[in-house]
């Protein structure tokens, strides 16, 4: 097994930027980006396959974008219009499985990062 990590978390404004991102295992699979709030159990945010397929939570659709580098070592979440209900702590996730399905659910993940914080201000 190995840890997953998770970089570039920080503070902004409503309506700022972040990009997230997250060293995985080389191999075909699933990847995800979930989060996780005081008091609020884990959800899954976005979530992409070896082919490049993705789901998106409701909440994110249009401002937050999932993707993979071309050795799909890294992986990113590009955050846009932040709002402070995205305040959270965020945790990329890793299922290695040739034809595994894009889940936003945590059980479907067997390899997680630590997780890296970000905080919205109004």
């Known amino acids: 097994q190995v840890q997953l990590v998770e970089s570039g978390g920080g503070s902004v404004q409503a309506g700022g930027s972040l990009t997230l991102s997250c060293l995985v295992s080389?191999?075909?699979?699933?990847a995800a980006w979930f989060r996780q709030a005081p008091g609020k159990e884990r959800e899954g945010v976005a979530g992409?396959?070896?082919?490049?397929?993705?789901n998106y939570a409701d909440s994110v659709k249009g401002r937050f974008t999932i993707s993979q580098d071309n050795g799909k070592s890294t992986l990113y979440l590009r955050m846009n219009d932040l709002k402070p209900e995205d305040t959270a702590m965020y945790y990329c996730?890793?299922?290695?499985?040739?034809?595994?399905?894009?889940?936003?659910?945590?059980?479907?993940?067997?390899?997680w990062g630590r997780g890296t914080q970000v905080t919205v201000n109004s």
């Open positions: 080389d191999g075909p699979g699933c």
């Open positions: 992409i396959d070896s082919a490049g397929r993705t």
């Open positions: 996730a890793q299922r290695l499985a040739a034809n595994c399905v894009v889940s936003l659910m945590p059980f479907a993940y067997n390899f």
